[in-house]
């Protein structure tokens, strides 16, 4: 009988988790103390949003991800909701705009500026009213530009069209607080998580419920649709008021397809899940630790992979989008870890080791855009679409190589003359040849990268002849201290002393 591993192979086999440098953290924020079940976080490529604790209404600040270190505490925040802050998400096609939702039964849509705030921003784009108690949760629709979706505490879920600042459609299905909602892939089905422990999936435009769940030995809590892989996956307590996680077929829920238990915990289990790479995230609130699996159609189904422990027990967590990550790193993710007794976040990089330098395709597969793929008025009249695939990661590779190789360069200015006359030399035959400052264009980057290499060879020419001067001088201080030594033996001055005498005597 021939021997078989219990163990698959996996390129994310040996995916760990990197927390960053305390100087690329943000400290001194005031995170609320608010014990609603969300993370309070919300991030994209260019800002990082935090609900912050305050008095006399709710509010949230809104910092540039680049803009690391201590906060001052009178930083600008966005202000203008009578109660606390309960959600805020990014849009996912346009960076600026952001949407909150409130304990004042509200729901506003911000526009920040692309420099961040400069002072309190009070004024809203929209004010959107339409629940009679508080609103807990909102979600954008993931292909659709100008459709919200915001669950409240009057058991409704109301679906928002912004271009004209109205609810199109209510969902009154659930008899009690909505927990969680999860788009498929083209936002045709909608996915939610209900406070009385079912399961359901509804047709979000006719708000039908499609498939309903009430399994005994799972309390659901939270809900994450995977992809294109036509499966849901739910966190959960079991009978034994363990933590549980289960995995479901979207188109029967009458049984789970597999269940696991994590731990005995309290803490609530948060599920992220990265289709790219079909790995699923666990991240419990109140622990310090991540683990992470590897989802196949196939049995086992769930593949452990690791754990990320860290001391510091998180409030929540946010996310950075896939066009944001470091793929020169071989980044696949990447968390924004709220601690609230440090006032800290911290970013956690879940890295696939390579020792290559090279862009990694296998890792970096095709992705969904920044553009939407349909309008407000085309996806309620029953169109279903889903987001254009792209190669962001390896266009931002390019850019971060292109970037690392003007910083080299920058830094050769302030150590050679002849360094800034090549430079400059460089850029006006780059401008010549229709090159602007920032490389655009294929010809342009090619042009100007081979600047880049004859510049660093012109370097290297120039450091091997210094060392080959420092050498010379060294060997000439050789011979001039050889010449002293012969000069001054006292053999040579012997001989001086005898012809000096017998120059005498013959005199």
């Known amino acids: 009988m021939s021997w078989r591993p219990t163990y698959r192979s996996s390129k994310f086999r040996n995916v760990y988790g990197k927390v960053a440098n305390r100087e690329h953290c943000f400290e001194g924020i005031p995170i609320t103390k608010n014990v609603h079940d969300n993370h309070f976080c919300a991030v994209n490529n260019k800002f990082l949003a935090i609900v912050t604790e305050s008095a006399g209404g709710g ?6 991800v680049t803009q690391f270190g201590r906060i001052d505490p009178h930083y600008p925040k966005v202000c203008g909701h009578q109660g606390n802050v309960l959600d805020i998400k990014w849009n996912p096609f346009h960076d600026n705009i952001i949407a909150s939702c409130s304990e004042d039964s509200s729901v506003r849509i911000w526009e920040v500026p692309d420099d961040g705030l400069r002072r309190n921003l009070t004024e809203s784009v929209l004010e959107l009213y339409g629940h009679s108690r508080r609103v807990g949760l909102i979600e954008w629709h993931p292909t659709t530009s100008g459709i919200l979706f915001s669950a409240g505490y009057d ?13 199109v459609k209510m969902i009154d299905c659930h008899t009690d607080v909505i927990l969680c909602m999860s788009f498929n892939t083209e936002g045709s089905l909608l996915a939610t998580s209900c406070k ?9 435009r006719s708000g039908k419920v499609l498939q309903e769940a009430n399994f005994k030995n799972h309390k659901v809590n939270r809900v994450v649709f995977l992809g294109n892989m036509k499966r849901l996956l739910t966190t959960g307590v079991s009978r034994w008021n363990t ?14 397809i597999i269940e696991e238990e994590i731990d005995g915990l309290s803490g609530l289990l948060f599920p992220f899940y990265d289709a790219d790479t079909h790995m699923l995230y666990l991240a419990g609130k ?9 989802i196949t159609l196939e049995k086992p189904y769930l593949q452990y992979l690791m754990e990320f422990r ?3 027990p998180q409030k929540g967590l946010g996310v950075m989008p896939k066009h944001g990550l470091d793929v020169g790193a071989c980044e696949v993710f990447r968390f924004y870890k709220l601690v609230t007794l440090k006032g800290l976040i911290e970013p956690i990089s879940m890295i696939v080791p390579r020792r290559s330098e090279t862009y990694q395709e296998d890792i970096y597969p095709m992705t969904p855009g920044t553009e939407p793929a349909l309008s407000a008025d085309e996806w309620l009249s029953g169109i279903n679409r889903g987001k254009d695939l792209q190669l962001y990661s390896e266009k931002k590779y390019l850019k971060r190589k292109t970037k ?3 910083n080299r360069i920058h830094v050769c200015m302030y150590t050679s ?6 430079l400059k030399r460089g850029l006006q035959q780059t401008k010549q040849a229709g090159v602007q400052g920032s490389c655009e264009g294929e010809e342009g980057r090619s042009v100007y990268i081979c600047l880049l290499q004859m510049f660093f060879r012109q370097q290297e020419e120039l450091r091997r002849l210094k060392d080959e001067l420092t050498q010379k001088d060294i060997k000439i201080r050789q011979l001039e201290l050889e010449l002293n030594n012969i000069r001054n033996s006292p053999n040579i001055s012997n001989n001086n002393n005898n012809n000096s005498s017998s120059n005498g005597s013959s005199i």
């Not at 058991?155 to 609810?167: D, F």
């Open 286 to 294: 109140g622990d310090g630790n991540i683990r992470y699996y590897e």
């Open 155 to 167: 058991y409704k879920i109301l679906i928002w069209n912004l271009e004209i600042g109205e609810p």
């Open 310 to 312: 860290s001391p510091a």
């Open 59 to 64: 509010s949230f600040v809104v910092i540039p």
């Open 196 to 204: 009385d422990k079912k399961l359901r999936v509804i047709e979000p």
């Open 243 to 256: 933590r549980q996680i289960a995995l479901w077929d979207q188109e029967d829920l009458s049984m789970p």
């Open 417 to 422: 003359r002849s360094g800034a006359h090549v």
């Open 404 to 406: 690392a190789q003007i």
